[in-house]
């Protein structure tokens, strides 16, 4: 079992930055797909970002390519998204989740593969 915290979101202004935290804790180590998930007012949930905890990489949704960045530190412990350049189109719901094994970069499209889901921060650019 994973739990998962996010905090940091914000209203921010257009061309601005946010970074947004997500604890992680977990009782069972082993290789995981982590990373961030969005949902936009009247729209359906749709991934940003994702990485492998066994060193395979990150990947990313096109839209955020060049401006988000997936890190963590503490030994997984912790999960960040740097989110810079912030643009109206931006603004979501953003949850952190999980699923166990390595990462399918397809599954960046698939949130509903992610059975471990924090209750997300909400991000508004303006």
């Known amino acids: 079992h994973v739990q998962l915290v996010e905090s940091g979101g914000g209203s921010v202004q257009a061309g601005g930055s946010l970074r947004l935290s997500c604890a992680v804790s977990t009782t069972t180590f082993r290789r995981r797909c982590i990373g961030w998930f969005r949902q936009p007012p009247g729209k359906e949930r749709e991934g940003v970002g994702i990485i492998d905890t066994g060193g395979l990489g990150t990947s990313y949704a096109d839209s955020v390519k060049g401006r988000f960045t997936i890190s963590q530190a503490n030994a997984w412990d912790t999960l960040y998204l740097q989110m810079n350049n912030l643009k109206p189109e931006d603004t979501a719901m953003y949850y952190c989740?999980?699923?166990?094994?390595?990462?399918?970069?397809?599954?960046?499209?698939?949130?509903?593969?992610?059975?471990?889901r924090g209750q997300g921060t909400q991000v508004t650019v303006s």
């Open positions: 989740a999980a699923k166990d094994g390595g990462c399918i970069w397809s599954s960046l499209a698939r949130p509903t593969e992610y059975p471990y």
